[in-house]
């Protein structure tokens, strides 16, 4: 485990320096990021901060147990591209931490929607004699890299995106008859409320709330066996709380208006927030900025998970005696949503294990 662990103390030293008080790369960043208005700097802040409580060599050595990696067995030789998604900051730096992990050599194209952040990280890669054989690059147009074939390619899409970025692929050269490809299709994720606490209650507000509800892990179903009616003027409060230190940085479309008015014409229960909508059934899952709330127990995860396939993500709950029937693997605590440990399975794969298949 030498090669892995040399990996590991670089890579601790790289992030280190990366988040940094003094890195004035990654002030930079930030300060462009929320000026041009990418994201707010609430939402910023939390990504930054998250990585900072959970990035340390226990969690990167129990990433790497998990994914079953040795000197052996990793992705050594490989090249890997890794196309970042840019719906949330930092979204991919999991994805090129893992190729960094496993020893393969990554290449990374930057979403126009999330520019600066993740390059500030790679510059610091790029700076150690580890990496100093291996070209770390990135670009934020694919057709840079046009003519440089991978052995695997990650990327998050959906039914409707995933043929346009094959064709870019395959025009631009980056894929072989043999890449392999992970994707990623999941766009939401459910919790199951138990329980009223405020520390609950807290945990479900970042949960739905934290990025304007953009996100795989961000809350867009709940199940409770409390109604909506029962709980929203309490919930309310909370929300209003979280949004004077958070406020909503991306504002709906007109027909999110227009959906609460359909819902009070047809006395569906619901919250109108302004700029987000809480609603009790009605599952159409059509726009964002709307938690659809489910009165119901474990037995109704179960059969809503079953009904909603690979759209979802997680399934979060309060405490380690509930139990979702079938969905073992998925169910994490509500209160890790937003900030999850590194070796977070997106979609159930361990990237890591992925990679060095």
């Not at 979403?111 to 993740?118: A, G, M, T, V």
Request: hydrophobic content about 35%; charged content about 25%.
């Amino acid at each position: 485990m030498k090669d892995i662990q040399n990996r590991i103390e670089t890579l601790l030293q790289v992030i280190e320096n990366w988040l940094s008080p003094d890195n004035k790369y990654l002030h930079q960043a930030i300060d462009q990021t929320v000026e041009e208005g990418y994201f707010s700097f609430p939402d910023v802040k939390h990504a930054v901060l998250a990585f900072k409580d959970t990035l340390n060599k226990t969690a990167l050595e129990e990433w790497v147990s998990r994914s079953g990696m040795s000197d052996e067995n990793n992705a050594s030789g490989q090249n890997v591209l890794c196309l970042h998604a840019g719906n949330l900051p930092l979204v991919g730096f999991q994805d090129a931490l893992a190729v960094l992990l496993s020893g393969a050599r990554y290449s990374g194209k930057i979403s126009r929607k999330d520019p600066y952040l993740l390059p500030t990280f790679l510059n610091e890669v790029k700076k150690t004699e580890v990496w100093s054989g291996v070209d770390v690059q990135w670009c934020h147009r694919l057709d840079d890299f046009e003519g440089m074939q991978n052995d695997a390619i990650l990327f998050a899409g959906s039914q409707q995106s995933v043929p346009g970025v094959m064709n870019a692929l395959k025009k631009n050269g980056l894929k072989k008859t043999d890449t392999r490809f992970l994707i990623r299709t999941a766009h939401f994720s459910m919790a199951y409320l138990d329980s009223i606490e405020k520390k609950h209650m807290q945990d479900l507000t970042e949960a739905i709330f934290r990025y304007g509800g953009k996100g795989c892990r961000s809350v867009a179903v709940v199940v409770s066996p409390f109604s909506l009616d029962e709980i929203k003027c309490e919930f309310t409060d909370y929300i209003e709380a979280f949004w004077l230190d958070n406020p909503q940085h991306e504002k709906p479309r007109p027909k999110l208006k227009q959906r609460f008015a359909y819902n009070k014409a047809i006395e569906r229960p619901q919250a109108w927030l302004d700029d987000f909508l809480l609603q009790e059934g009605g599952l159409e899952l059509d726009q964002d900025f709307i938690c659809y709330w489910v009165q119901g127990d474990e037995k109704t995860v179960s059969e809503l998970t079953d009904t909603l396939g690979d759209q979802f993500q997680s399934i979060y709950i309060t405490q380690p005696d509930i139990t979702i029937p079938g969905f073992d693997d998925n169910i994490e605590f509500l209160s890790d949503a937003q900030q999850p440990p590194v070796y977070w399975k997106p979609d159930g794969t361990d990237i890591i294990q992925w990679l060095c298949r």
